[in-house]
């Protein structure tokens, strides 16, 4: 493979056939571990306030819970800690201006579950005391004007009252009406910023009129070495099996969906790439060929079979592909690390672009790379055949 051909022209064509396939699986290293860092990016909003699992009604909007269910739960080892959560669809009001959103009325347990601290952009989160207070996105805020500690511009929640009469019906007041005092701001997304306004339980269930044990759902944050499959396992024998439990999968399945199309979407797009880019190897191979037909017609005088001169330049295109593979993953990951540690390229001013250097991209660039220069290196090699040597 190193020595130099007496032509120069197949020096040069071996050169750039390497130099491609070099820069082929550097580029796709390189994409793949910008998308695998732009996934954890996107999912770490989601994480922060998503809970590791989250109990709803298998049938209608709620449930009621015991003391003895609770004292279960609290019993569960892998339980770090749990949350009781009402949550429905309320009209927001301030000023003449209103947005339709979702009251989520947590107890004190809440910050213990969800990260709430790390996504407060103004404010502070409600005090587990105060009644009548409530933490809202900032898409809210915008929309409605809300600043937080204004007494003076105190939030509408409302809601229409339970029951099977029409709200256009002769009754006087079809809602349910609270004011509440905006303690804090959260931001994370653009779609959650704009969907939950958060209160106490208390306040939420007598605004929809709920028993004391009467709750949406309950979220739960767990060990991280926990086994998440026994864990639902002992929380549904806890409720006979007559709730809906998900993991944080489960509540973000669309996200999921979308992230993983996307990432099998650019990985066939840069294979595709390379696919062209190796036929650089066939190009190669066969000049190669060309240039040393005396020489195969040599060894086949002295008894060396067609299946052997095959072989040499298989071997030889396998050589140039795994190679060049391998040096393009190396330069892959020293660009990756230089981005994880010195922060080269930027998104904006102030946010890095997100990377991140795992060991599954080397094996999955590797493999790709090595599956291709095999066929690569077949395709080329099918050109050696007897009459061939003969004529040479």
Not at 260 to 269: R, S
Not at 337 to 359: A, D, G, M, N, R
């Amino acid at each position: 493979m190193l020595s130099k051909s007496s032509q120069n022209a197949i020096n040069i064509i071996n050169i750039v056939t390497s130099v491609v396939v070099v820069i082929g699986a550097l580029a796709l290293f390189i994409v793949l571990s910008g998308f695998a860092g732009l996934k954890t990016f996107s999912l770490s909003f989601s994480n922060d306030f998503d809970p590791d699992i989250k109990i709803e009604a298998a049938t209608g909007k709620s449930f009621h819970v015991s003391a003895q269910q609770l004292k279960e739960l609290q019993e569960i080892p892998e339980i770090v800690s749990f949350s009781q959560v009402v949550e429905e669809r309320v009209v927001l009001g301030l000023k003449n201006k209103h947005h339709i959103a979702n009251i989520k009325g947590v107890d004190q347990y809440f910050r213990k579950v969800n990260a709430m601290d790390s996504i407060m952009f103004v404010g502070n989160w409600m005090d587990p005391n105060e009644y009548d207070s409530a933490v809202v996105g900032i898409g809210i805020s915008r929309l409605l004007g809300l600043i937080a500690g204004d007494y003076s511009g105190l939030l509408e929640i409302i809601v229409p009252k339970p029951g099977t009469k029409s709200i256009t019906s002769s009754s006087k007041n079809p809602y349910e009406k609270i004011k509440v005092i905006t303690r804090g701001v959260y931001r994370i997304n653009e779609d959650l910023d704009d969907k939950y306004v958060f209160t106490n339980l208390e306040l939420a269930q007598e605004l929809l009129e709920f028993e004391v044990n009467q709750i949406t759902n309950i979220e739960f944050d767990l060990l991280p070495e926990s086994d998440e499959v026994a864990v639902k396992e002992k929380i549904s024998s806890v409720f006979n099996d007559e709730v809906i439990i998900k993991n944080r999968i489960e509540l973000n399945d669309a996200l999921y969906k979308m992230l993983n199309t996307e990432n099998l979407a650019i990985y066939l797009i840069f294979t595709l790439v390379l696919i062209l880019a190796l036929f650089n190897v066939v190009g190669a191979i066969v000049m190669m060929i060309l240039d040393k037909r005396s020489n195969m017609k040599t060894l086949f005088s002295m008894g060396t079979t067609v299946k052997d001169i095959k072989r040499i330049f298989f071997y030889q295109g396998i050589i140039i592909t795994t190679l060049g593979g391998l040096l393009g993953i190396i330069l892959g990951v020293i660009a990756v690390y230089l981005q994880l540690q010195f922060k080269i390229f930027y998104i904006t001013s102030t946010l890095p672009y997100p990377v991140e250097l795992e060991f599954m991209n080397c094996v999955t660039v590797f493999l790709t790379i090595t599956i291709l220069g095999i066929i690569a290196s077949y395709l080329a090699s099918k050109r050696i055949t007897k009459d061939f040597i003969a004529n040479s």
